[in-house]
């Protein structure tokens, strides 16, 4: 029987250095961890967010218009039990949505 292949894991670290944004920073991946996860998967597009103003009709917006409305209709809270944004939230917020 032939062995699979393991994906290489990418570190899930909020540090500063690390691939994910803490949930007060916006949530999301870095910059760095977008390189890593390219690296890991070959061929892969993911992006970093799209925070900055955009014309209308671009390909910027229309990639933030359909992130907000995926992400939007996402079941879970927007605050967790101690009132803190939760990192959906925050992703939102980074996206301007």
Avoid: E, H, Q
């Avoid at 229309?62 to 009132?83: E, I, L, N, T, V």
């Amino acid at each position: 029987m032939a062995k699979r292949k393991r994906k290489a894991n990418i570190s899930r670290t909020t540090s500063k250095g690390g691939n994910y944004r803490k949930t007060k920073s916006g949530a999301g991946m870095t910059k760095k961890g977008v390189a890593a996860y390219r690296k890991a998967n070959p061929g892969s597009k993911l992006k970093t967010a799209v925070t900055g103003k955009v014309k209308r009709g671009s390909k910027a917006a229309k990639r933030r218009k359909s992130f907000c409305a995926r992400m939007s209709g996402m079941p879970g809270p927007m605050k967790d039990s101690k009132g803190r944004p939760t990192r959906k939230a925050a992703s939102l917020r980074r996206w301007r949505c």
